[in-house]
Each structure stands twice: as C-alpha cells, then as structure tokens.
C-alpha cells in the first residue's frame, strides 16, 4: 500500500523550504507518481508541441528547457535539478511550448495529470504550494531574462553560477561551496544566449579573479560573498522562506 | 573537431587557454563574429584610443582569423 517517498524526496524537502506540508500532504505527493523512468544524456523528456498528459519530475540528473530556432540555434529557457517538475505548467497548459532535454543521465517519476488534479481538489494547500512551484519558475524566468538583457557576460554566468549554488543547497545537493555541474560550456552558452567562445573567456575571468574553480563537472565558489556581489545576486527571487502560503 | 583558440587584446593581453572545437572555417568566422560582438557589448570603459584585437589561431600555431576596432573621437571647433 505505501508509495516509497523515494521519487518525491527531494521535491519534499523543496516544498518544506516554502512552507509545512502535513503527512498527509506528503503522502498524497508520493501517491500522484505512477512509474520513474530512466531518460538518457541528450534525449528529450519532453518534446515541444507535446501533450504528455502527465508531468515530469527529476529524481536524479539534470535537465533543461529549450526552444530551437529555424537554423538550429538553441535557447536554454531554464535548467531544472533533482527535486524539480521540468513540466509541472503542462498540466494546465496541456500543450507543450518548449522541450525539455536531459543533460545527463536522468531518473524521472511521472505524475499523470489526473493525479495532479486529485492533489488540487482534496489538498487545496498542497495544491497552492504546486501553484506556488509554478510562480518560482516564473521568477527564475524573469530574473534571467535581466541577466541575459542588461548584464554582461561575466555578470551573468557569475549569477548563473550563484543561482544555481542556492537552489543546490536548499535541497542538501551542495557540499559547502562545492557542487556537482553537470552542464556543458555549450550548454551554458545557450543558456546565457551567448557563443561559447563569450562564455569560455567569461569563464576564464572568473577563474582568474579567483571567484570560481570549474572543472569538468564540477564548481566551485572560492569567494561565495565576492561571487554574489559581483553577480548582484540576490536570491529574493527564489522565494526559499517558509511562510504560509 | 579542429579546436581554435580566441585571444583577445585590449589594454593587455587575454590569452585563451581552453579553446573551442569548431567544424569548419565558415563555423569559425560566424563564431568569432559573434563573440567579438558580445565582447564588444560588455566593454568597461572607453574604446577611443586602445585598439580591441581578437586573433583566432588554429592547433598548429597559424593565425586564421583577425578582427579589431577602435574608435575615433573627433572634437569639431566651435563656431
């Protein structure tokens, strides 16, 4: 009868840094996955124009939003790590507007739709904080959107770089100033809407301002408040408080 | 693939020490292009007087590409 927590754990712990979930709550979130699937590096979870019918989320690996242009130039829209829905809009918004990439080996539980509106209809809080979810990724979008606009490049992967530490260690993934990086130089480029040659001297800069170590792989934060203050990082838009929502 | 190295001069030297892999001549003059753009974009302070060079080098040493600007200020008298 018990749904292993397993799949939704981090997703859990994700959910408690915005407010408390109830055991209930956390029942009724490990009971809306029906399978998790394993989706290799480089292959679409979703595809764009896509009607999955159910939602996405990461249990292990990393992954990202994008859109193709006509001549094969590609926009990363957002990165999503363990614990995140890559997808979560789609069960609203039916239809899907971008694709969703593995950019390593992924582990993804399925969340059918009609699972979710299960969760809205006899959970209204939890429903709220799945809302809520949703809101964050728009932030993130807005917050990118400034970097990609008015930053530049070494700002930007400075933020990038400091966004992506905070979400880490909101869910336990960071060890101290160090963490895993599964994302190519290519990948942060389209990230950053940027050639990689930009980026890799952008790269450079970073590293010889002693700000970062990057290897392949892996990152770290030499100096975390020089880093955020070079970046203008501010993780407001992370909304990681708990309050009642 | 080939990799290319992109350096950059402009007061000082910016040397690329990790290079990237490119397919092909047309891949490497769209990318510098791009990349001199963005550079030029990100520039902290005045390009009147200093020149911006970027010089692209294949694996062997050989330069293949150059792309530079500098700008001009002209100070019209006045009437």
Not at chain 1, 124 to 143: K, M
Not at chain 1, 234 to 241: K, R, S
Request: a negative charge; hydrophobic letters at 40%.
């Amino acid at each position: 009868m018990s749904h292993d927590l397993g799949p939704v754990r981090l997703l859990v712990r994700k959910l408690q840094g915005y407010d408390e979930l109830s055991r209930a709550e956390v029942v009724a979130l490990a009971r809306t996955v029906s399978s998790v699937r394993t989706v290799g590096t480089d292959q679409d979870i979703v595809a764009q124009g896509e009607r999955p019918g159910y939602s996405s989320l990461l249990v292990e690996g990393w992954a990202a939003r994008y859109k193709l242009l006509k001549d094969g130039a590609r926009q990363i829209t957002a990165i999503h790590v363990p614990g995140d829905f890559v997808d979560l809009h789609g069960f609203l918004l039916h239809e899907l507007d971008h694709g969703v990439v593995a950019l390593c080996d992924c582990r993804i539980a399925m969340a059918p739709h009609e699972r979710l509106r299960g969760i809205t209809e006899q959970h209204p809080h939890l429903g709220r904080l799945l809302w809520f979810n949703t809101l964050v990724d728009a932030s993130i979008h807005r917050e990118w959107l400034v970097a990609i606009g008015r930053m530049a490049a070494v700002n930007a992967l400075a933020h990038l770089i400091c966004e992506i530490h905070t979400r880490l260690e909101a869910i336990g993934l960071t060890d101290g100033p160090r963490f895993d990086f599964p994302i190519t130089q290519v990948e942060v480029a389209d990230a950053l809407g940027l050639s990689n040659v930009h980026v890799n001297r952008s790269s450079q800069e970073l590293r010889a301002r002693n700000l970062i170590r990057w290897t392949s792989g892996m990152i770290e934060i030499l100096d975390v408040d020089q880093l955020k203050a070079f970046a203008q990082f501010d993780p407001l838009y992370l909304y990681q408080t708990r309050e009642p929502r | 693939m080939p990799k290319y190295y992109f350096h950059v001069a402009f007061k000082g030297e910016h040397p690329d020490t990790i290079g990237t892999d490119l397919p092909d001549r047309d891949a490497v003059r769209s990318e510098a292009t791009r990349a001199a753009g963005e550079a030029l974009k990100d520039i902290d302070g005045p390009l009147v007087g200093s020149e911006w060079r970027m010089t692209v080098v294949d694996e062997a040493g050989q330069v293949v590409l150059r792309i530079s600007f500098m700008a001009t200020e002209e100070h019209p008298h006045e009437p």
